[in-house]
């Protein structure tokens, strides 16, 4: 078992939930149950699968949450370059947030290698 508030990859997760919430905040009133409500609940699922990954007994059990907090971190992505496409994400405010999910989405593939090998 891995304390997750230790953990880089969770804390770099948590950061890039409290910015997808922070540009949401910013969309149209009438996307308040459309994409808003989508994008924040994958923003959460990342580091919240990540934590409840880390909480299970096995790595093999937390390599299966890691799966889905990736997954959750190209969906927020698909969706940032919706909300540009709309209009409702500046060039400007779009770049740094696909940094981060990047950068979460390396480290969730290699701490999940990592994990996958110390099963060998």
Do not use: C
Not at 84 to 107: A, N, W
């Amino acid at each position: 078992m891995h304390n997750f508030k230790e953990l880089k990859i969770w804390q770099e997760a948590m950061k890039l939930a409290k910015q997808v919430y922070e540009v949401s905040a910013t969309f149209p009133a009438n996307e308040r149950y459309g994409l808003t409500s989508q994008i924040n609940r994958a923003a959460v699922s990342v580091p919240s699968n990540i934590s409840e990954g880390a909480g299970r007994g096995s790595n093999k059990e937390f390599i299966q949450f890691l799966n889905i907090a990736r997954g959750s971190a190209f969906e927020i992505e698909t969706q940032l370059l919706l909300a540009q496409s709309l209009g409702f994400v500046s060039e400007e405010q779009l770049q740094p947030l696909l940094q981060q999910v990047s950068m979460v989405q390396r480290m969730i593939n290699r701490f999940k290698d990592k994990l996958l090998s110390d099963l060998k």
